[in-house]
């Protein structure tokens, strides 16, 4: 009877009949929201983009084992729905984990956090956020290496890289992934890991959704008590911004202690005129030895709410940052750090050229512009690489910045306003990066992009090195040989 009525609600809601959701209903227990429904409309809400949001899927589709979501991609094989499987719904870019009109695959109830303290592991379902994980290991004496806001979803983050507070100390958090549990495309389940598929465990280590729904991971995780972090926040000003990019440099360039990470944003809300900078920060322990966040600390007198915490607290606290109901957009480029010499013209140039096209967008209603400088000293790929290695590969000879850039604003109709000013920017820092390059003033170095941070437009896999990439494009097309990955899911494509 619970089947009829499920089927019969899917047929209800739409004068299409949507055969994955049909099915599902018809042949599976499987919890699924029709359209209009209490917890479909719950789910719509939680996407960090509102763009995401107002697409909509056919039904939402919640399996709690591995199983079921092989059930359900055997029934996909039936058919020619495109789809979308959804972690957390931090990535912003439409149709990577939304979908309009076909199935959407929620995660949420994959959510198991398992704490083996004898072998140091946590399996981790790819439905819960950063700081489910971190509440789960609160007290335990153990963390995770994961994300710096709590609110953004362990799946997507874990697929593109993984940049984190920690990784200073243990690479991207993917480095940090010992086994993969994965459906595949032909709806077999298997167990990835260094030693069982280890060219499928490479290229699950940041190439995104291409190779089947992983429906667990297990992670190693670290002995970890207090930590100290939090924000300072100072209003920007010629002066101020001058000593804020100068200690930036000099702390990526100098990395004062591997138990140290910073997240530095510049953030402009266009009618308001607000401007401020904003620099998250982190020490794994207490407190932070002298000197280690001196060249901050000592610009002005910036708003601050450094504690000393447990890491739960630290990350749950951030999600301040984390604000809903606009629509956001996010891109990024990559950058090697200048010399003492030309860092104030270099990253003086990089932070003109953001406040300048970020103006053009200032009528468009709520726009708020953001620029995140995230050091990538030369200690983390060297990390990553004893650690087997990831997609990215990068050289271990420079320091570097990854540059993020989000747009948020209020209404969907100015998407291609936007669309235009991100593409805009990124491609600006691109060029800006060559120009400096050619003149001598910065090093010359490979600048793959970070994919939790890539606009849809972006080149993602067309910016790793040719081994690298060949790998990630022959293992996509042994294990999806019908393209249902490739060809029926958005993301980007090796």
């Known amino acids: 009877m619970i089947k009829f009525l499920l ?3 899917a047929l209800a809601v739409s004068p299409v009949l949507a055969t994955t959701c049909s099915e599902v ?3 599976t227990d499987i919890k699924l929201d029709v359209q209009f429904s209490v917890d479909y409309n719950r789910h719509q809400t939680e996407y960090w983009s509102t763009s995401c949001g107002d697409l909509r899927p056919s039904c939402i589709i919640e399996p709690t084992t591995s199983e079921e979501v092989a059930a359900i991609v055997q029934i996909l094989r039936t058919n020619n729905e495109t789809f979308a499987v959804k972690s957390g719904g931090h990535n912003p870019n439409n149709y990577f984990a939304s979908v309009s009109g076909g199935p959407l695959i929620s995660t949420k ?3 198991e956090i398992i704490l083996d303290r004898t072998t140091e592991t946590a399996r981790v379902g790819p439905g819960n956020r950063w700081d489910d994980v971190s509440g789960a290991l609160d007290g335990t004496g153990y963390s995770a290496v994961g994300g710096r806001m709590g609110n953004v979803g362990v799946g997507g983050y874990l697929l593109g890289g993984g940049l984190s507070f ?17 459906v595949l495309a032909n709806a077999s389940i298997i167990t990835v890991s260094e030693t069982q598929h280890p060219d499928i465990f490479l290229s699950l280590k940041g190439g995104g959704n291409n190779y089947g729904i992983v429906t667990s991971f297990l992670l190693k995780v670290y002995p970890q008590g207090q930590v100290w972090g939090g924000n300072l926040k100072w209003t920007a000003s010629d002066e101020v911004t001058a000593k804020i990019l100068a200690a930036l440099r000099d702390f990526t360039d100098n990395y004062p202690d591997e138990k140290a990470g910073i997240i530095l944003t510049a953030e402009r809300t266009l009618a308001t005129l607000v401007d401020l900078w904003i620099l998250f920060l982190y020490y794994n322990g207490p407190t932070p030895p002298p000197g280690v966040f001196d060249s901050f600390t000592s610009i002005g007198t910036p708003i601050n709410s450094l504690k000393t915490q447990s890491m739960h607290e630290l990350l749950s606290g951030n999600n301040w940052a984390v604000l809903k109901g606009s629509v956001y957009t996010i891109g990024t480029e990559s950058t090697t750090v200048p010399s003492p ?3 104030a013209e270099v990253l003086g140039a990089f932070y003109d050229h953001w406040v300048n096209v970020s103006n053009t967008a200032a009528l468009v209603p709520g726009t708020i512009a ?3 400088f995230q050091p990538l000293p030369k200690t983390l790929p060297r990390i990553a690489r004893a650690k087997g290695g990831d997609l990215l590969d990068i050289d271990d000879d420079v320091n570097r910045i990854i540059l993020e850039l989000d747009y948020s604003f209020l209404h969907n109709s100015d998407y291609p306003i936007i669309d235009t000013t991100m593409q805009t920017t990124y491609n600006g820092f691109g060029q800006l990066v060559s120009n400096f390059q050619e003149q001598g003033k910065l090093p010359t170095a490979d600048l793959p992009l970070f994919a939790n941070d ?3 437009p972006q080149d993602y896999f067309g910016r790793l090195k040719p081994a690298k990439a060949a790998l990630a494009k022959s293992v996509s097309e042994d294990l999806d040989p019908d393209g249902l990955w490739r060809f029926r899911t958005g993301g980007w494509k090796p």
């Open 454 to 456: 890539c606009f849809y």
């Open 109 to 111: 109830q994959l959510n």
């Open 166 to 182: 920690m990784s200073t100390e243990y690479g991207w958090a993917a480095n940090s992934v010992l086994e993969y549990t994965l």
């Open 25 to 27: 209903a018809a042949t």
């Open 7 to 9: 089927a019969a609600a």
């Open 341 to 343: 010499e030309h860092g």
């Open 370 to 372: 953001s620029v995140a």
